[in-house]
């Protein structure tokens, strides 16, 4: 083929070579342009098979992975408050902890109920900030934490901001003559239908990321309790025929947009009601809503919270620690299963669990080891690895015993559904849980031809 390709040429330059002697004397214009003629069709040749031949190409580079795919796969966590992580002998004996056990997962205030808990480069932030700095050097303690092999999680409070809300009213909750609303234990809220408080909270999230934090925890990050005690809510408008969990939902997927490129997850703290409860629990966290959106949520089932009306057959909760997690935390992770079945990804199910004793509710009983170590085997019978433990104090003397030594290893077990929570969950779908699946995959679905416009 090659040569066939080269005849005309070959050809071509013979005729130019013989033409002075076949027909005798020729202008030299004539034999130029031909020979002109020549080289172009050569040249054109070699462009020509230039361009038949492949173009070498770098073999495509695999992408990195997404925030999600790049957290670690087995989470065993500690709450520590600012003034823990800021305190050098407590920050140690945290890090002495984490060395020696299975924890390796700190949950860390960067903005609690008082606000931001570093040195924030956001005027509004330093402005609404009241009890100091605890945490001088946000990335050098981050990189400690790293140093230790320790996932750093950055928790911020969202919605409960009553410093926030003296400071911006306009953005807060109001009552129906213009007042602040005030909760029962005297809070200020925002609300969850603010643009701008959600703005807030998320560029608060983006100094953490860059200060290293690879999770952002969102926490009430739900509308305040609506009791019938209490003035109604008044909220800037809404749109039309949203509901409280989209306004949620709507805020975590923003935050998602904004944080993936920083390279952090995005996760959420819910009621452990949001699992056991086919609506929103009154505050706007309905599960298969925020499942759908969240990289993952933490479900806070402590036991000393539940009512004894609240999971069927646990009557007396805090002192059913194993019954009252598999319960609870059983029904998310079927509602989970379900989600996946209809080809949605459901968030990862991360659970807070109890290292405290709660007097207020059972007086005389003590959480210790044996309590922490009740709640932990639940969840990896329910085949759920992950598991974050809270004391207020951040202090787990009591129960430090029961975390195993080492690093952390897989526990969790294959886990077929019992019919007593199938039956549960099937009234839910009943009662609405079916219909908020149908509308995350019309969600989705709209979230596509957007796309694709």
């Not at 939902?249 to 056991?276: C, I, N, Y």
């Amino acid at each position: 083929m090659r040569g066939a390709r080269l005849f005309p040429v070959v050809a071509l330059l013979s005729t130019v070579s013989l033409l002075p002697a076949c027909s005798g004397p020729s202008s030299e214009a004539e034999v130029s342009s031909l020979a002109q003629s020549a080289s172009s069709f050569l040249s054109g040749q070699v462009v020509a098979n230039a361009a038949a031949r492949p173009a070498h190409r770098e073999p495509p580079q695999p992408e990195p992975p997404s925030p999600r795919e790049a957290a670690p796969p087995i989470i065993r966590g500690i709450y520590v408050n600012a003034y823990a992580a800021g305190t050098p002998a407590h920050r140690k004996k945290l890090l002495a902890l984490a060395d020696s056990t299975e924890i390796n997962a700190f949950v860390v205030d960067v903005k609690d109920d008082d606000g931001i808990r570093y040195r924030s480069a956001m005027p509004l932030a330093q402005q609404v900030t009241h009890g100091g700095i605890p945490i001088r050097d946000l990335k050098g303690f981050v990189d400690t934490l790293r140093a230790h092999g320790i996932y750093p999680i950055a928790r911020i409070v969202v919605f409960k901001d009553r410093f926030l809300a003296q400071a911006k009213p306009e953005w807060a909750i109001r009552t129906p003559t213009g007042a602040l609303w005030i909760d029962k234990a005297g809070n200020r809220w925002m609300s969850a239908w603010s643009d701008s408080v959600r703005e807030y909270n998320i560029r608060v999230a983006e100094e953490a990321a860059r200060a290293g934090f690879r999770e952002i925890q969102f926490d009430y990050v739900r509308f305040p309790e609506a009791f019938k005690s209490l003035p109604k809510q008044v909220h800037p408008p809404a749109p039309p025929g949203a509901r409280r969990a989209d306004a949620i939902a709507a805020f975590l997927s923003e935050a998602k947009r904004r944080l993936h490129p920083l390279g952090v997850t995005v996760t959420a703290d819910l009621f452990g009601l949001s699992m056991d409860d086919p609506m929103d629990v009154g505050i706007g966290q309905q599960w298969e809503a925020l499942s759908s959106v969240a990289d993952a949520l933490q479900p806070m089932v402590y036991p000393s919270h539940f009512f004894p009306t609240h999971l069927p057959g646990i009557h007396t909760p805090n002192r059913m620690p194993y019954e009252t997690v598999y319960t609870s935390v059983g029904m998310g992770v079927i509602r989970n299963q379900r989600l996946r079945e209809q080809g949605t990804t459901p968030a990862r199910i991360v659970p807070w669990i109890q290292a405290f004793s709660a007097p207020w509710v059972d007086k005389g009983y003590h959480y210790g080891p044996t309590q922490a170590r009740a709640q932990t085997q639940a969840l990896y019978d329910l085949g759920v690895e992950d598991w974050i433990f809270w004391n207020a104090g951040s202090n787990y003397d009591a129960v430090s015993a029961g975390f195993a030594r080492g690093e952390a290893l897989p526990q969790a077990k294959r886990f077929d559904a019992p019919q007593r929570l199938v039956r549960v969950v099937n009234r839910f779908d009943r009662e609405g849980v079916a219909e908020a699946r149908q509308r995350v995959l019309a969600r989705a679905e709209a979230g596509r031809v957007r796309v694709g416009d």
